[in-house]
């Protein structure tokens, strides 16, 4: 291998990982250097020129010449003798540079200083990709996928940097396979074993908030303000956003025309069902707001424990807890209030029976896939219609028949 392949093959290197001229040289010059040093044990007498550009690389040895037998230091004196075999006018105190061949140091020295090279070229690259990232913590990134395995995926970005989606921060129905185009946010970066790791992740509520940036130009313009936002990632999501400017709407905004906007960011989040309700300082209200699209009668709150008793009519109930109590555990996150739902009192229900009474004719998943929708009681039950149960809860047609006959027969 001679100084000119190798030369080139560090500039082809250099231009793939994309790597500035200037740090290029400094790299290559300590890389020759240290191997100067190794054989003359000083490189402080020895000129390195490089030419990137054409890939020339010379090593000049400079010299001072003394009188035969009065070398003292073969690595900064030559002898009179040996200096006029360079150039026969040369006098002693002149001082000679002479021109060291790459070939000189032998293949295992050219060897060992390739890897080097590598070596520090990597290590170079690896501090340029956790500084790139390490500022763009919470920036949406684009990449393809490039490895699927069990725990995460291995995404690679424009550059062919390995960026990392662990399976727990993926959307639970996200599906991924090589080739595929992803968009993620960046979590957080670290260095493991001096190894930059880049972790995505597109079940942060970061991820949502940046989507929305994107989707809502007032948003991103600061027009309007995310003050919240909880999720659960590929069920439901609540939005809490507020505009200074009275001209502005702010869900509408974020909702857009026929929920233009709104449906762009619910397709990326796998039809992740997004609540966008307007933020307000008046508690009870922002309660009621968050607890959308159930009504709400009255809000009683206990500041002290940051409770809230919410009474609703018992067709109301069900709403305000969700499928799978989803949309009142959001409600309490985006509050910060523990929220207790409580029907209205009718006349009817003063000689209701609570569900757990029918453990022994009811099995009690069935009653707990019923308690999951706010129907606690045996009224509660029978105030909504086969079609509502059956679209609500997990349950067959015919158990909820049953069901509902069982309950029936005790106010008989």
């Known amino acids: 291998m001679d100084s000119l392949n190798l030369v080139e093959s560090f500039s082809e290197f250099k ?6 001229r200037e740090t290029t040289m400094r790299i290559l ?17 020895f000129d390195i020129i490089i030419n990137i550009d054409k890939g020339d690389l010379e090593i000049w040895h400079n010299r001072v010449i003394v009188a035969d037998g009065f070398s003292e230091d073969d690595n900064k004196e030559i ?3 040996e200096a006029k075999k360079i150039d026969p006018d040369f006098e002693i105190g002149e001082e000679v540079s002479q021109e060291v061949k790459l070939s000189h140091f032998g293949r295992r020295a050219i060897l ?12 170079l690259q690896k501090g340029e990709v956790y500084k790139k990232y390490k500022d763009r913590v919470g920036e949406i990134v684009t990449g393809e996928v490039y490895q699927v395995w069990k725990k995460e995926i291995m995404v690679l970005d424009d550059d062919g940097n390995e960026l990392l989606l662990p399976k727990s921060e993926q959307i639970p129905s996200d599906y991924f396979r090589k080739g595929d185009t992803v968009r993620a946010v960046v979590l957080k970066v670290e260095l493991r074993n001096n190894n930059p790791v880049i972790i995505l992740s597109r079940s942060s509520s970061v991820f949502l908030e940046k989507l929305f940036e994107i989707e809502v130009p007032e948003v991103f313009d600061g027009l309007i303000t995310i003050k919240n936002i909880v999720r659960i990632p590929g069920e ?3 939005v809490a956003v507020e505009s200074y400017d009275d001209r502005i709407d702010p869900v509408g905004a974020c909702v857009g025309m026929k929920g233009s906007r709104i449906h762009g960011i619910v397709r990326e989040l796998r039809n992740e069902n997004i609540d966008v309700i ?4 008046n508690m009870p209200l922002y309660i009621s707001r968050a607890l959308s699209p159930a009504k709400i009668t009255s809000i009683k709150l206990e500041e002290d424990t940051k409770r809230a008793n919410v009474y609703l009519k018992p067709d109301q109930v069900s709403m305000a ?11 309490g996150k985006l509050t910060g209030y523990e929220i207790d739902v409580f029907r209205e009192n009718e006349e009817h229900q003063e000689d209701d029976v609570d569900l757990n009474e029918f453990a022994d004719e009811i099995e009690g998943w069935v009653i707990d896939e019923l308690k999951a929708i706010g129907c606690d009681t045996a009224k509660s039950v029978l105030d909504l219609t086969i079609e509502d149960l059956v679209s609500r809860t997990d349950l ?3 158990t909820i028949k049953d069901v509902r006959q069982i309950l029936k027969t005790e106010f008989e």
């Open 236 to 238: 439901r999501a609540k």
């Open 112 to 123: 060992s200083m390739r890897q080097n090279l590598m070596s520090k070229i990597m290590d």
């Open 15 to 20: 231009e793939f990982k994309n790597i500035d």
């Open 396 to 398: 067959e047609e015919e």
């Open 321 to 331: 807890i969700g499928k799978g109590g989803y949309n009142i555990k959001l409600a």
């Open 79 to 81: 002898e009179l003798l």
């Open 278 to 281: 307007n933020y307000t300082s």
């Open 29 to 45: 010059e300590e890389v020759f250097r240290n191997m100067l040093i190794k054989m003359y044990e000083s490189d402080e007498n």
